[in-house]
């Protein structure tokens, strides 16, 4: 008992009030592209990058393939390359997720006056992961822990895609996950939206280039919302969520 007083108390309150607010100490978030000029036919960032994410002449960094991993800012020789703390990486638009040292900022997420109206009290999510690494599982699972709490909201991951308003879409699509997850948004009522959570999902990230992939599925149906992460950090998807459905904090 006194071990587990003594636990809580270093820890303190790990509760966070406010997750528009937070300060994730240590969080790899949005790329920041500095002015300074590229050294002559260097393309180090280029080459380290394993999603294929970053483009020259002018350097830009496409979120929806990048998995945050750091190791171009390691390589570039002129630092024009480095990460701020900033999770707050979500958009509505796939061609929103790219910056650059002109776009710097991601566009702010377009509410949806219709989703508010429908979703803004109570929006049920069904989470469906087709091939991922449990990398964006475990953190969408950490949405309801007491840290994030994201039912105090009115969202909740439900077990039924038959109760669920919203799909939560996460890895790359694998062969053997394409028909299950067709089967999910069949199953799910109108109207419904989908959610595209991490690298995976937007782009295929690392794995894009499988052929074990068949993501088909997604020229079908357009995510309403796109979380940018390798994993997603909780607060990306919560912040994204509220912005969404403008849901106050």
Same mark, same amino acid.
Request: aromatic share 6%; proline share 8%.
């Given at each position: 008992?006194f071990q %587990?007083?003594?636990?809580?108390?270093?820890?303190?309150?790990?509760?966070i #009030?406010?997750?528009r607010? @937070?300060?994730?100490?240590?969080?790899r978030?949005k790329?920041?592209?500095?002015?300074?000029? *590229?050294m002559?036919?260097?393309?180090?960032?280029?080459?380290?990058c394993?999603s294929? #994410?970053?483009?020259l002449?002018p350097v830009?960094?496409?979120?929806g393939r990048?998995?945050? *991993?750091?190791?171009?800012?390691l $390589? *570039?020789?002129s630092?024009k +390359?480095s990460? !701020?703390p900033?999770?707050? +990486?979500a958009?509505t638009?796939?061609?929103?997720l790219?910056v650059?040292?002109a776009r710097p900022?991601?566009d702010?997420?377009?509410v %949806?006056?219709?989703?508010?109206?429908?979703?803004?009290?109570s929006?049920?999510?069904? %989470? $469906?992961?087709a091939?991922?690494?449990?990398?964006c599982?475990?953190?969408? =699972?950490?949405?309801?822990?007491? =840290?994030?709490?994201l039912?105090?909201?009115?969202?909740?991951i439900v077990a !039924?895609p038959?109760?669920?308003?919203?799909l939560?879409?996460?890895?790359p699509?694998?062969q053997n996950?394409a028909? @299950?997850?067709?089967?999910?948004w069949?199953?799910?009522?109108?109207?419904k939206?989908l959610? @595209? @959570?991490?690298?995976?999902?937007?782009?295929?990230g690392?794995? #894009?280039? !499988?052929?074990?992939?068949?993501r !088909?599925?997604?020229?079908?149906?357009?995510?309403?919302?796109y979380?940018?992460?390798c994993?997603?950090h909780?607060?990306?998807?919560?912040?994204?969520? +509220?912005?969404?459905l403008?849901?106050?904090?």
């Amino acid at each position: 008992m006194f071990q %587990s007083i003594y636990v809580r108390k270093s820890q303190g309150k790990q509760f966070i #009030a406010d997750p528009r607010q @937070a300060n994730p100490p240590g969080f790899r978030g949005k790329p920041v592209i500095d002015v300074v000029p *590229c050294m002559l036919d260097c393309r180090r960032c280029v080459d380290v990058c394993p999603s294929e #994410a970053i483009a020259l002449n002018p350097v830009q960094i496409d979120l929806g393939r990048c998995v945050l *991993c750091g190791d171009c800012e390691l $390589v *570039c020789p002129s630092q024009k +390359l480095s990460f !701020s703390p900033d999770f707050r +990486l979500a958009s509505t638009s796939r061609d929103a997720l790219t910056v650059s040292t002109a776009r710097p900022n991601i566009d702010p997420i377009k509410v %949806s006056a219709e989703l508010h109206k429908r979703f803004g009290r109570s929006l049920k999510l069904r %989470s $469906v992961s087709a091939g991922g690494c449990n990398g964006c599982e475990m953190e969408i =699972n950490a949405l309801g822990n007491v =840290n994030f709490d994201l039912g105090r909201y009115g969202i909740d991951i439900v077990a !039924s895609p038959r109760h669920a308003d919203a799909l939560v879409l996460s890895g790359p699509i694998s062969q053997n996950m394409a028909g @299950a997850l067709q089967m999910c948004w069949d199953a799910m009522p109108e109207p419904k939206i989908l959610i @595209a @959570a991490g690298a995976c999902a937007i782009s295929g990230g690392v794995f #894009a280039h !499988s052929e074990a992939l068949d993501r !088909s599925f997604l020229n079908n149906v357009a995510p309403a919302l796109y979380v940018p992460g390798c994993p997603v950090h909780p607060l990306t998807f919560i912040t994204g969520i +509220l912005d969404l459905l403008g849901i106050p904090s």
